[in-house]
Structures are given as structure tokens and as C-alpha cells.
């Protein structure tokens, strides 16, 4: 294990398409959606303690999850939990977090990981994510982790890489969410793996490439350098974050650069971003249902059914189905339909019943 490996897992997001069971309150990262005893950030905190030490995770999230983050993680201080002031997308994040580690480690490399994806097979993913901080330790480099692809999946980003023998190969393309048709494509030429949001790179690469592509964003978090790891640092963050430009790290940086490389992971990965995606995880019944709950079923398949409320609860006839029993929503639709769930979002809130988000 190398000193010098920080970990930054971002932990910021609201979580909609998992509304209602992921709330503004308590976004999906803090929640255990796979009925394990665990939430997805405790999850993804664990996965990395074979591959850094823990004093050298950083966990980024909005000032409003400080508390559910330190009530989950105790075993980090303060100094590990950075406390965005607002939304700005993935770059100001991983600039903030570059910038603080930078100052502590000159020499560190990072490995940047979103904190609501499930990933098995947690042995193969140590190893690829150890490939992945050679390639990129002493090396002006840009490290992604993509996934072998199963299917044409329309929901994830593509990543097309160059062909040679050698293990980490230089990326030559970024897709994002394609139509099913250029998805069918993609898994036909079989040089594209999905995008999976891992990043591996020095701290010293990923700020020449801010300083680069995003200098107004290098100009501001290098300006907080006398701040990192002072009782000044939170005042200097929540003055200077919400000016930040709000834009991904994809976008902003590693479509623009000439140097960002690619691994191929074998390992079972979802980034859970619908109902859907969940159903196919979790353990199911005979009729290929996953329950929550103790409802009276039948003639019902290929749904997933959760009931926290102390009604009781009766299906007959359905298939593919989401049915949420929540203490103060009730949700029932298809699904597979992810886009549905920003609609549903957004009613709610133009119909200014906030409190049920």
C-alpha cells in the first residue's frame, strides 16, 4: 500500500431517480439500498481500506450531509470531510480536493470515486484500481477506470480507446448516454467500455490540467492554499464556491486532454442510477421479485416492492413495477423508466410540495 494514494469520494448528490426513497434529507449514498446493513457510502469507504490508508480518504459532500457522513464514517476528522457550500458538478469538487491533498502530499496521486455505486468482486477491483495508480505515479497521465460492457446500455457514458497489448491504453473518445443504436455499435467494434466516473491521477497532473483547461477554477482553489487545513479554510470555501463555473470534470478536463488513459474493469460495477438497475442486484424471489416488507402478492413477477409504512400491503397482476409504500408518499409505476423519476421530481416541486423531497 503507497503512502501516497489518497482516495476522494464524492458524496454531494441528491439522488432523484431513487425519490422517493432517496430524500433531500437522506440522498441514496447514506442509505442501504441493498438491504445489507451498510449504505452505499459506508460501502464504497470499506472497498478502498485495501488500497490507502484511511487517514488518506477525503469524503467531499454538501454542507448538509457533514453530519450523516461523520454519523456513518467515525472514523474520519474533520479534515477529511470537505463541506461544499453549494452544487457545482464534479470539477469544483475534485478541485477542492486536489488542491488540499496537493498541499499535504506534494507527491500524492488520487484515485476519485463517486459514493453511490455498487461494485462485486471487490478483490479484482483492488488490483485494477492498483493498475491504475501505477499508471499513473511519476507519469503526467490521466487515469480512467471503464467496464467491460454487457449490453448496450443508453444510460451510461462510452469510453473508446486505442488498441495495443499494453494494459492501460490511451483513450481516444468520450460518448455520452448514446441512442441504442450507436450503443449496439459501440459493443460490436469492441473497443469501448462504459465510463464508470473513477479517475486516477497525481495531484501535480490534475492541477496542470485545471490550470490548463479551467484556469479561473486552478486561479481560485490555489488562492485557498495558506487556508488548507486551517480554521480559515470553511470561510474561504463558502466565500469562493458558489462563483465556482458549474461543470463536470468530464466535460471541463478529460475531453480536452491529449493525455487520459483507460483500464478495462472486469469487475461486477452498476452505478446505480435507477430503481431498475437496483432490481437487478438484489436478491430476488421465485418470481423474480425483490422485497421490502411484508406485502400479500399475486400473480406478480419481475418487480421490486418496499413497504415501510404499517399499512398492509396487496398486489395481484403486476410485472415490472416499482411499488414504494413510504411513511408519507406512495409511489406505483413502471420501473424501468428512469427519466420518469426527474418528472416526478419536478411536479413536486412546481406543485410546491417540497416536504415530500
Not at 485495501?50 to 480518504?57: A, E, G, L, Y
Not at 480536452?256 to 472486469?266: F, L, P, T
Not at 419481475?302 to 398486489?315: A, G, M
Request: net charge negative; hydrophobic share 35%; aromatic share 10%.
Amino acid at each position: 500500500m503507497n503512502s501516497n494514494t489518497h482516495i476522494v469520494i464524492m458524496a454531494g448528490g441528491v439522488g432523484s431517480r431513487f425519490w422517493p426513497y432517496s430524500r433531500n434529507t437522506k440522498p441514496k449514498q447514506f442509505i442501504d439500498v441493498m438491504g445489507i446493513g451498510k449504505s452505499l457510502l459506508q460501502l464504497t469507504y470499506e472497498r478502498f481500506l485495501s488500497v490507502s490508508n484511511k487517514d488518506n480518504i477525503i469524503v467531499v459532500t454538501n454542507h448538509d450531509y457533514a453530519g450523516l457522513v461523520k454519523e456513518q464514517l467515525p472514523d474520519l476528522s474533520d479534515d477529511q470531510v470537505l463541506c461544499e457550500p453549494s452544487r457545482r458538478n464534479t470539477a469544483p469538487c475534485i478541485a477542492y480536493a486536489a488542491y488540499k491533498i496537493h498541499k499535504k502530499d506534494p507527491n500524492a496521486v488520487m484515485v476519485v470515486t463517486p459514493a453511490d455505486h455498487v461494485v462485486l468482486q471487490e478483490e479484482k477491483f483492488a488490483g485494477i484500481a492498483q493498475t491504475a495508480i501505477e499508471g499513473a505515479t511519476g507519469k503526467d497521465s490521466i487515469v480512467t477506470i471503464g467496464i467491460k460492457p454487457t449490453r448496450p446500455e443508453t444510460g451510461y457514458g462510452y469510453i473508446q480507446y486505442l488498441e495495443g497489448s499494453e494494459r492501460v491504453k490511451k483513450v481516444k473518445t468520450f460518448t455520452e448516454k448514446p441512442e441504442l443504436e450507436l450503443a449496439k455499435k459501440f459493443i460490436d467494434s469492441g473497443d469501448f467500455v462504459w465510463n464508470a466516473g473513477i479517475f486516477v491521477w497525481s495531484t501535480s497532473t490534475i492541477i496542470k490540467a485545471f490550470e490548463m483547461y479551467l484556469p479561473e477554477m486552478a486561479e481560485t482553489f490555489a488562492e485557498g492554499s495558506d487556508k488548507y487545513f486551517t480554521d480559515e479554510e470553511q470561510t474561504f470555501i463558502d466565500k469562493v464556491y458558489p462563483a465556482c463555473q458549474n461543470i463536470s470534470i468530464d466535460y471541463g478536463i478529460l475531453e480536452k486532454s491529449q493525455n487520459v488513459h483507460v483500464i478495462e474493469g472486469d469487475f461486477d460495477w452498476s452505478d446505480l442510477g435507477s430503481w431498475d438497475s437496483l432490481h437487478e442486484l438484489r436478491e430476488k424471489d421465485e418470481d423474480q421479485n425483490v422485497i421490502d416488507g411484508d406485502p400479500i402478492m399475486f400473480d406478480c413477477q419481475n418487480n421490486i416492492v418496499r413497504s415501510e409504512s404499517d399499512r398492509l400491503v396487496i398486489l395481484d397482476n403486476l410485472d415490472g413495477y416499482l411499488v414504494g409504500d413510504f411513511k408519507d408518499v406512495l409511489i406505483v409505476c413502471k420501473k424501468d423508466n428512469e427519466s420518469k423519476f426527474r418528472e416526478y421530481v419536478a411536479k413536486v416541486k412546481e406543485e410546491g410540495r417540497d416536504k415530500y423531497l
